[in-house]
């Protein structure tokens, strides 16, 4: 769950799930500035960590997020 304050100067315009245990979350400013932010959860083995960062990254990647 992603939880915005009221007074928060972004307005939430999309979420997607990446993966099941990755969510893509997608904000916009009152001046039309774009934030993107994936939320990893955490898993116990590390290829399922691995996996989940990689599709995050393409993610972000493909919907052209530089950092």
Known sequence: MVLLR???P???V???DVTSNCLSVQLKSA??????I???YKL???TGK?????KA???LASNGCKN
């Not at 001046?31 to 993107?36: A, V």
């Not at 691995?50 to 990689?54: D, E, P």
């Open 14 to 16: 999309e979420y997607k």
């Open 38 to 40: 994936a939320f990893v």
């Open 44 to 46: 116990n083995d590390e």
């Open 31 to 36: 001046s039309n500035q774009e934030l993107e």
């Open 50 to 54: 691995i996996s989940n960062l990689i």
């Open 57 to 59: 990254l393409d993610h």
């Open 10 to 12: 972004f307005k939430l």
């Open 6 to 8: 009221k007074s928060c």
